[in-house]
């Protein structure tokens, strides 16, 4: 059964950049599409973006500009970096797989997930 | 971008039904999937695609569309069922990208 464990630092100065790892164990990495996404305390899911095994990356419009996903397929691992953070970057960061299924119902879905790295930005 | 909107919060009685919502532009053309979060912990996915419930997901978890709106329904909910619930679909907005509901937090009485 597939199983996601990540690590980062946990506490950042306000401008630093946030960076995150999120390592694949057992089953295929090869053949999706992997996720981060963020949730402030208390508040909902944000999706930040993905990556595949060939390095092809989607980005959240709203946080493009700050943030780099990059794979390691020989360590079957993708990080992620997000530049320039604020107090609005708090939040508890997950990685996550990209499951797709176009066998008649097209669907997405997001499974398994990580732990969860709580990142606080602080002065 | 697309919204997913939900109602904030939602109570039943245990053993009774509740359904939760999910409205947005993007679910007249992309599936909705749906999310159990306990408080301190990663969210859970319970349904995916038209109907479809992970290993290990109770039969009672089940999920509806119809155009702007996806629905899940717990039948006979139990107490370790009180969570927050967050729905997620593909933005339709012709990005790449996807979006969560606001969430609904689900009390069982």
Redesign the interface.
């Known amino acids: 059964q597939v199983q996601l464990q990540q690590w980062g630092a946990g506490l950042l100065k306000p401008s630093e950049t946030l960076s995150l790892t999120c390592a694949v164990y057992v089953g295929s990495f090869s053949g999706y599409y992997w996720?981060w996404?963020r949730q402030p305390p208390g508040k909902?899911?944000?999706?930040i973006g993905e990556i595949n095994h060939s390095g092809s990356t989607?980005?959240?419009?709203?946080l493009k500009s700050r943030v780099t996903i990059s794979v390691d397929t020989s360590k079957n691992q993708f990080s992620l970096k997000l530049s320039s953070v604020t107090a609005a970057d708090t939040a508890v960061y997950?990685c996550a797989r990209v499951?797709y299924?176009s066998s008649g119902?097209?669907?997405?879905?997001?499974?398994?997930?990580?732990?969860?790295t709580l990142v606080t930005v602080s002065s | 971008s697309s919204e997913l909107t939900q109602d904030p919060a939602v109570s039943v009685a245990l053993g009774q039904t509740v359904r939760i919502t999910c409205q947005g532009d993007s679910l007249r053309s992309h599936s909705a999937s749906w999310y159990q979060q306990k408080p301190g912990q990663a969210p859970v996915l319970v349904i995916y695609g038209k109907n479809n419930r992970p290993s290990g997901i109770p039969d009672r978890f089940s999920g509806s569309s119809s155009g702007n709106t996806a629905s899940l329904t717990i039948t006979g909910a139990q107490a370790e069922d009180e969570a927050d619930y967050y729905c997620n679909s593909r933005d339709s907005s012709g990005n790449s990208n996807y979006v969560f509901g606001t969430g609904t937090k689900v009390t069982v009485l």
Request: net charge negative.
């Open positions: 996720s996404i909902g899911l944000e999706w989607n980005y959240n419009p709203s997950y499951n299924d119902y097209v669907s997405w879905w997001f499974d398994p997930w990580g732990q969860g």
